[in-house]
Every structure is written in C-alpha cells, then in structure tokens.
C-alpha cells in the first residue's frame, strides 16, 4: 500500500477524508514507518538523480532504454521501500499514536506520505507526459531527474518548516 493511502486510510479507513478533524491520530508505528520510507526514498532520489545527471553529460544520446532503465529503478525502489515500510510496521510493538493539528498535518505529516510515494508518482508524471504526447526521450528523461530533484527539495522544505521553540517564523508579504 503506498504511503499517502497509509495515512489517508489511518485517519478515516472507510470513506475518504471531508472536513479534517481538529486532532488527526496516526498509529506511531505507522508513522515511524512512512518517516523511515520518506528518507529512504530521499536518499535513493538523490543517488538517482545524480546518476542521471551524468548519463546526461555522456557525448551520446538519450534513448527510449536510458528513460526505460530510471524508471525501472525507481519503480523498484518504490516496491523495496513499500515492504520496508510494512515489515517495520508489522516488527514493531509500539501501540502508541502521533496527535496531529490540522497545520501540523497539512506541514508535516501529509508531505511526508507523499515523499515516501514520490518515486511512483514521478514514474506516473512521465508516463502521463508521455501518454499526453511527449515524444523527445531526453526531455521525457530531463523531467524525471527534475521532479526526482524537485521531490528532493520539497522534503528537505518540510523538514526545514518544523519551528523550533524561539525560532521566528517567516511573515506573509506585505501587498
């Protein structure tokens, strides 16, 4: 089961969330799972993506097997990170729950779903790309090391985006 369902399943398993409640309760282990595939994807994006990045450099053209061939790996990450995560869930006894404010959630915990499901959600953005009529193999190729990166960094903002006591927060631009 992907993440973001793992958790959109936690807080409501028959119907799908309406209005969120004031506190969302996510089991710990459950939670401790999809932190642990988030980083594990985290680090296997930026392998990747780095690995692309030179394949692009190479004095040779990208061709239908190179995009082939990421994809590949990413969809095999995303397997081996799903039963990571489901085997610590399944090894672990902790019957504790994380409370969730609605802020909280929207910045911390729903991010991090996602992050643990980017690697499948980029394949499906460049399948659609593709399906949409994308044809240039190095562009197709270009945007799947883009949205690794792109995933990359928006984890690193929500990791970043958890104050401190005393840490001053950004205020909203004045008009």
């Known amino acids: 089961m992907s993440a973001t369902r793992w958790v959109r399943n936690i807080v409501n398993p028959k119907a799908e969330p309406k209005a969120p409640e004031t506190v969302r309760r996510i089991p710990r282990k459950q939670f401790d799972a999809v932190m642990g595939g988030a980083k594990a ?20 053209p990208i061709k239908q097997d190179d995009l082939l061939e990421l994809l590949r790996k990413l969809v095999a990450a995303q397997k081996r990170i799903d039963a990571e995560m489901e085997a610590d869930v399944a090894n672990s006894a902790d019957t504790g729950d994380t409370e969730w404010d609605r802020r909280s959630y929207n910045l911390f915990a729903a991010p991090t779903s996602r992050m643990a499901n980017s690697p499948q959600t980029i394949v499906d953005l460049t399948l659609a790309a593709e399906n949409n009529g994308a044809r240039d193999m190095k562009l197709l190729y270009e ?16 990791l970043n985006s958890i104050p401190e006591e005393g840490t001053p927060r950004l205020r909203e631009p004045e008009p």
């Open 41 to 60: 994807v985290m680090r296997e994006l930026t392998e990747f993506a780095e690995q692309a990045k030179s394949r692009l450099r190479e004095d040779r």
């Open 143 to 158: 945007l799947t090391v883009a949205e690794m990166d792109v995933a990359v960094a928006r984890f690193n903002v929500t």
